[in-house]
């Protein structure tokens, strides 16, 4: 089964287009709890109304080896007791071509995860060993949601922004494989309507940058859903994990979500 | 001390820009030998010869939590043993700010290394956490070693190539701290005669792809010197460290530079 389809499946079995980003920065876990622990808790209190469980890397290797087995606890713990919910590892990796056969060994050998986000700088020739993975999801770096992402991001060869080239190339190179998404901020939702023309209604879009960092959900939405009113997985992390009730953000932000996928 | 400075010692006491790349594949690594066993030997027998060691995350994550405790263990004996040496570890990271605050504290807390690579796609404003750590090497991608490094590297904005524009914004708006390096490959020394020129003769470029990926260490050593015959760190990793004899090829190496940087 294939990165898409298994989250095409999850979508419509949970009506959920929310991804639970596990940032468990460990200053701000509350009481003694390991990272492990702490996932687990938010996972009970979601599972059912979620279309991907999200790890970034930084906030595990922050403590070194520990945070690495508690990240391998976490997605161990998912396959096991969730399988039919897509891991996507946020490592934004991306290296010259052979060593990054090291980090596809990490996320998708050891990890067991299903999908990776990398950073599209040094261009797909160097990328290919994660394009290759044909079941996995290659979430590439397009419009990242940080407020400075416009330094390189927006500047413009001939008349088209860079993001904008990223979003071309991978979309008719990179995405042989059917196995290619893009990441957009939230924070950048006129970007996102661009990258929606450019790419088509198939392509699914990673984004981050609702909540904490301020995005606009309804914008998103209207910018970004494709025709089967789907095609993007709308992260939030600190605004659920860290919520004095994790369960009724995620369920809030899942109920916003459908109330507009169901107007549209 | 800066790493700069920490670096001008270990070059003037060892006579060497010589950086040994700890590529330490696991399916490479001959007989039954740990990676920090095999980089513990390839310590031993180089260290009087090298101005640093690059430790490439990518080939310890491979292995996952075992990978990164050989990592550790790789770092902690290059402290205590020669605490002169720099570390570098090659991680190619870079996410939105305070998300990178996890890598810093990865890569300088946890492993006490010297110096780390990041990519420069999100901009100056996601990767400040790393450029705050003054006394610390924020070692910047421009030009990438890769063959298919150009797909976004070369595009021009007006007449000026993308990994110029990464250049001109490192070296005027990034470089406050006076702590960032470029990544240039030795593989395109063109491009490393045109970055010098844009930076001036202070920075000091990490130039990978001598050796296995063909770089010619002449025309690298030509385009990339400053004044002071230095400025360079001229990395290779498995054709020094899965040689027959380590010693004698990072030897060979160092001499090979030297001649050069003498006769200049």
Not at 138 to 158: M, P, Y
Request: glycine content about 8%; hydrophobic content about 35%.
């Amino acid at each position: 089964m294939t990165f898409q389809e298994k989250l095409d499946r999850i979508v419509k079995k949970n009506s959920s287009l929310v991804c639970v980003g596990l940032d468990s920065n460990v200053e701000k876990i509350p009481g003694k709890n390991s990272q492990f622990l702490f996932n687990k808790s938010i996972i009970e209190a979601t599972n059912d109304l979620v279309c991907s469980y999200k790890l970034n890397t930084a906030f595990y290797e922050s403590i070194g080896y520990d945070g690495i087995k508690f990240l391998k606890m976490t997605c161990d713990y998912l396959r096991t007791k969730y399988p039919e919910i897509p891991i996507i590892i946020d490592a934004k990796r991306g290296d010259v071509g052979s060593t990054n056969q090291g980090y596809v060994q990490f996320v998708f050998t050891y990890l067991g995860s299903d999908a990776v986000t990398v950073n599209p700088y040094l261009g797909e020739e160097a990328i290919r060993p994660f394009l290759k993975e044909k079941d996995k999801g290659i979430i590439i770096l397009c419009r990242t949601s940080n407020k400075g992402a416009g330094e390189f991001q927006d500047l413009k060869v001939g008349k088209t922004p860079i993001y904008k080239i990223v979003a071309e190339n991978v979309s008719r190179k990179w995405n042989k494989n059917k196995n290619c998404l893009l990441v957009i901020g939230a924070t950048y939702h006129d970007e996102l309507k661009e990258v929606r023309k450019i790419v088509g209604s198939d392509m699914t879009f990673l984004v981050p940058g609702i909540g904490a960092q301020g995005g606009d959900l309804r914008a998103t939405l209207k910018a970004g859903l494709n025709k089967k009113g789907s095609g993007l997985i709308i992260n939030s992390s600190r605004g659920i994990i860290f919520a004095q009730n994790p369960r009724n953000e995620a369920e809030k932000l899942r109920e916003q979500i459908n109330r507009f996928r169901i107007s549209k």
